[in-house]
């Protein structure tokens, strides 16, 4: 059974930093492209960034482009996205999601929330 | 950036009744991918590829379009149908998701 199960949300202050990590099971991760998407309270999704299966491509919304980075080690299974210079548009629910290129996203965690404020 | 529409915003759809949801894109995109958002839970996968259904998908649903438009289609409401969904395009970065139809039942 597939399982994404993503942590290190919290509430952080403006400008401060985070890092989420995302833990896969049930799959072979090193076959797969993965990707964080978020969900602001009541509002819809946003894809956040992507990261190839061998980490040679990487793309990112121009919204947290220079301020958030993708990363992942296939040895652990684990996906990363590393979070600078936060905001209060930045508070959501992040999830962690699998695809193929830029395929569909096929499994999805069950989220980690985000919040940030003073 | 690929802008996607989705309309209607909300809806309410009576059981057996045959639902409509529509996407259209800014630009031409290859395909859309559908996912469906019950409240509280994680998206999941709904139709890919413009109309191909997901694993465990009922075949009351159905996809279609091309270019710039694009629709789900559920040939019989269901309460269990009752949700958010979403388009998505993976033909460019960035990739984009709709603003989604939040479907209830009536």
């Known amino acids: 059974e597939v399982q994404l199960v993503e942590s290190g949300g919290g509430l952080v202050q403006p400008g401060r930093s985070l890092k989420l990590s995302c833990v896969a099971s049930?799959?072979?991760?090193?076959?797969?492209?993965m990707n964080w998407i978020r969900q602001a309270p009541g509002k819809g999704l946003e894809w956040v960034a992507y990261i190839s299966s061998g980490s040679s491509y990487i793309y990112y919304a121009e919204t947290v482009k220079g301020r958030f980075t993708i990363s992942r080690d296939n040895a652990k299974n684990t996906l990363y996205l590393q979070m600078t210079s936060l905001r209060s548009e930045d508070t959501a629910l992040y999830y962690c999601?699998?695809?193929?290129?830029?395929?569909?996203?096929?499994?999805w965690g069950q989220g980690v929330m985000v919040t940030v404020s003073s | 950036e690929i802008v996607l529409t989705q309309s209607p915003t909300t809806m309410a759809a009576s059981p057996g009744e045959k639902v409509t949801l529509t996407c259209r894109a800014s630009s031409s995109v290859s395909y859309m991918h559908w996912y469906q958002q019950r409240s509280g839970t994680s998206p999941k996968l709904w139709i890919y590829?413009?109309?191909k259904l997901a694993s465990g998908v009922p075949n009351r649903f159905s996809g279609s379009g091309s270019g710039t438009s694009y629709s789900l289609t559920i040939n019989s409401m269901e309460t269990e149908d009752a949700a958010t969904y979403y388009c998505?395009?993976?033909?460019?970065?960035?990739?984009?998701f709709g603003s989604g139809t939040k479907l209830e039942i009536k």
């Open positions: 590829e413009t109309s």
């Open positions: 999601a699998r695809s193929r290129n830029s395929g569909p996203f096929d499994y």
């Open positions: 998505q395009q993976g033909s460019s970065y960035p990739l984009t």
């Open positions: 049930g799959f072979t991760f090193s076959n797969y492209g």
